[in-house]
């Protein structure tokens, strides 16, 4: 069954208003009130727009509210990649953010279609928490990620009044997943990812994970 929130996103109308009015506000929300994910957003976005010839895939990029900052330091062979499910998100980011070193695919985050090693950063911000079956996503974010590189994950975490009775269920019966404090670093963990460091923003989660540079050994 197709959830509220899976149904708002490939609205049409939705994708027009969600970067510049949802958004902001939704973020907001996040911090109960407070500045503490806009503050951590506002230096992500610093951080991904530092001068580099890197490859960046943008996971549910949504309608590219990422796609300025992460592509114009962009150097090189450097190339921003978002990929969405919603064709309307798509549509209206092809409308309001393209760039020459930009470009959006439709797709499915279960099975990305990339090969493994492929991108430098790779980015999956304020949509995990939406997608049916999440915590494979995180296998295929690490699948794709260059030995060395990085791994950036925005998501809801069970903090706060996130952690009230009931507040799973709320959230259930609207498509949201609130995850549990280390349910995603325990699955980066297990995936072989490294310097794993974790923020938490009121109901919100950062997570900043590294692949190794050498595989494991056996």
Known sequence: MVSIAQRLMAAPVFSQVYERAWRP??????????????????????????????????????????????????????????????????????????????????????????????????????ALYLIPDPLPVLDEMMRVCAPGGEVIVFTSVEASIAALPGARQVAGLSGLRIFG????????????????????????QYIHAHKASEPPHA
Do not use: W
């Open 25 to 126: 506000l939704f973020t907001r929300g996040f911090s109960l009130g407070g500045s503490g994910t806009a503050d951590y957003d506002r230096a992500l976005r610093a951080r991904l727009a530092q001068p580099g010839d890197r490859h960046v895939l943008d996971i549910a990029c949504g309608p590219g509210n990422y796609s300025g900052d992460a592509s114009k330091g962009l150097t090189g062979d450097g190339r921003y990649v978002g990929v969405d499910f919603s064709a309307s998100m798509l549509a209206q980011a092809a409308r309001d953010n393209r760039g020459s070193r930009v470009t959006y695919v439709r797709g499915d985050a279960h099975k990305l279609p990339f090969p493994d090693d492929s991108f430098d950063t790779v980015l999956c911000l304020a």
């Open 181 to 204: 404090r280390d349910e995603l670093l325990m699955r980066f963990s297990r995936l072989g990812a490294v310097h794993l460091e974790q923020t938490i923003t009121g109901v919100g």
